[in-house]
């Protein structure tokens, strides 16, 4: 699908594979263990996620219809849920300590694609 960058063109993700049909955002990351530094799964339009037969954390950043970062979940573990987050029109499951490599706060935007 693309990548994830900040408005500035840092590259945050450079690997992003979209859920974007029922089965895609069914299976998700369930029973994968090979996220990788550089990956990432995208959401469209999903606002909440739970980690069921998950088998690594990951981090986690709620999106708004312009990219804008309203919520984050670090290291959010298997067998948790999320809290549905209204302002989010997407989310992007990445691999654990990206929210801290690349010092993401709630309020940049990030580009997709």
């Not at 996620?49 to 954390?57: E, G, L, Q, R």
């Not at 499951?93 to 997709?112: A, K, S």
Request: hydrophobic share 45%.
């Amino acid at each position: 699908m693309g990548r994830a960058t900040l408005k500035s063109g840092q590259v945050v993700v450079a690997d992003v594979r979209a859920a974007d049909t029922f089965w895609k955002k069914f299976r998700g990351l369930m029973w994968d263990d090979s996220l990788q530094p550089d990956e990432a799964l995208w959401f469209p339009g999903d606002n909440w996620i739970h980690c069921f037969f998950m088998k690594i954390p990951i981090d986690v950043l709620f999106l708004d219809k312009h990219g804008v970062i309203v919520y984050m979940k670090e290291k959010m573990k298997p067998w948790t849920i999320s809290p549905p987050v209204f302002q989010a029109k997407g989310v992007l499951e990445c691999y654990p300590g990206t929210i801290e490599r690349h010092q993401l706060q709630v309020g940049q935007t990030i580009v997709i694609g």
